[in-house]
């Protein structure tokens, strides 16, 4: 692989990084309150490490789209087919 060829793709991540780390921490964010809602019961500390984990691996998820979009990707094919 060329560097000029290296060069475009990281280009591509640096310009579509912040989009996408905004997606998917605003989608962890509304999945730790969906389930803070269904767990209505926990303590309040237990609701904000739940608020936290699930936002957490939202920015992480954001932060790695290129890996981790499609590997999540195989793993719903996986599990649809197989479980």
Not at 21 to 28: D, E, M, P, R
Not at 29 to 55: C, F, H, P, W
């Amino acid at each position: 692989m060329s560097l000029l060829r290296f060069q475009k793709y990281k280009d591509l991540y640096i310009t579509t990084r912040p989009l996408m780390t905004a997606y998917s921490t605003i989608v962890g964010i509304e999945a730790g309150i969906t389930v803070n809602q269904l767990n209505s019961q926990d303590k309040s500390i237990d609701r904000y490490s739940t608020m936290i984990g699930y936002t957490s691996i939202g920015i992480v998820t954001g932060l790695m789209y290129p890996i981790s979009y499609p590997l999540f990707g195989c793993y719903i094919l996986y599990k649809k087919k197989y479980l």
